[in-house]
């Protein structure tokens, strides 16, 4: 009885190993923000100066914001939150040159 037991244990284990490392498949730019962009958020660059408002959030962590009455696709590794704010590394005229 109790090498049945300790069978089933080690297949449970064995089994429960895989499932548990496949879990953290988490995209590497969504967690470097410290919170998800929100639609209709105003978007600064580094000096505070308003760049644009976010249009659309992709799955990528990248976001479409809304520059001049164009849509920009401002990328995730430029975007982080300071002071509860979203911020990219770009300036607004940077920004328009991504169209």
Do not use: C, N, W
């Amino acid at each position: 009885m109790r090498f049945h037991f300790a069978i089933a244990s080690v297949i449970l284990a064995a089994s429960a190993a895989p499932a548990a490392a496949t879990q953290v498949t988490e995209a590497p730019a969504a967690a470097a923000l410290a919170r998800p962009p929100v639609e209709g958020e105003v978007l600064r660059d580094t000096k505070a100066r308003i760049v644009g408002k976010v249009y659309k959030v992709q799955p990528s962590g990248a976001i479409l914001a809304i520059v001049h009455r164009e849509t920009v696709r401002i990328p995730a590794e430029t975007l982080s939150i300071v002071d509860g704010k979203l911020v990219t590394t770009l300036t607004k005229s940077e920004a328009l040159k991504r169209k």
